[in-house]
């Protein structure tokens, strides 16, 4: 369904779910950093943004009430230039209260933390759609153990603030199987089968909105346990759906493979069309 950048801006449902792909994304974005930077221009700058990313896990949902949000290398072995990055995103208590708000109004048990920062599943993302830091930044954690509907019921506890000019930034990757990295990598191999197979197959399923086919996907798709071994960096996907609200459609700004093994696939929210 093609949308112009003005439409995407009048239809835009104040939710992204963006890549971060490996570490060395924030050294070499690519493709898909050159499309997650426009597509931020062709959209209304947000109020604040919450951002949820696997890096971050609590066993239950925590936020993050930081003045000022440090950035988390949480990484090991990669070069010297990486860990010289900062990106220096400035929190807001005034937000962290809604969002706490919100999820209690939901019915779920919340915790709030004053120091947490950004890890690099949220730094790096950000640091690529708003390079200066300007917009403040509420980190939300989230929990791999409890599941596609637990992450699904935290994106629809954040709904409402998206009518405030909040941004929800679900931070993943459609695919995410690292131990076949190491093997391409290690070998200098291929892509496998698999990876753009579960990429094509999440594509079509959220443009179907089959919802309940997703959440199940490991019924429901073959290849989803190895695109997926754990849950957590395909969890942030239906923080996204939970947050855009029914009937929201999802467009992708981006479509692509790096690193053998990762889809980084980005979608942005919209109202579906009349």
Do not use: C
Not at 122 to 142: C, T, Y
């Amino acid at each position: 369904m093609p949308y112009t950048s003005k439409s995407l801006m009048e239809t835009f449902r104040n939710v992204l779910f963006v890549p971060h792909g490996a570490p060395t994304f924030a050294l070499n974005p690519g493709a898909a950093g050159a499309a997650m930077s426009e597509v931020v221009l062709k959209l209304k700058p947000p109020r604040a943004i919450v951002v949820v990313s696997p890096h971050w896990q609590t066993r239950k949902p925590t936020v993050s009430a930081a003045a000022q949000l440090e950035t988390i290398h949480d990484f090991h072995g990669f070069p010297a230039a990486l860990y010289a990055l900062q990106y220096p995103a400035k929190g807001s208590a005034e937000v962290a209260l809604e969002v706490a708000a919100a999820l209690r109004l939901a019915g779920l048990e919340v915790a709030e933390d004053s120091q947490h920062g950004l890890d690099h599943g949220a730094w790096q993302p950000l640091r690529q759609m708003f390079p200066d830091a300007e917009v403040p930044i509420v980190p939300l954690s989230m929990q791999a153990h409890a599941g596609p509907a637990h992450a699904l019921r935290i994106g629809q506890a954040l709904s409402a603030l998206t009518q405030t000019g909040i941004w929800v930034v679900a931070s993943g990757n459609i695919t995410h199987n690292l131990g076949d990295w190491h093997v391409a990598a290690s070998t200098g191999g291929q892509t496998p089968a698999y990876v753009q197979r579960f990429a094509d197959w999440v594509h079509d399923t959220l443009i179907a909105h089959a919802h309940t086919q997703l959440l199940n996907y490991r019924q429901h798709n073959t290849d989803g346990r190895q695109a997926h071994p754990s849950e957590d960096h395909l969890l942030p996907l239906f923080v996204a759906l939970g947050a855009a609200g029914p009937g929201a459609h999802p467009q992708a700004f981006y479509r692509g493979i790096s690193d053998y093994v990762i889809a980084m696939d980005g979608y942005a929210f919209v109202n579906a069309a009349e």
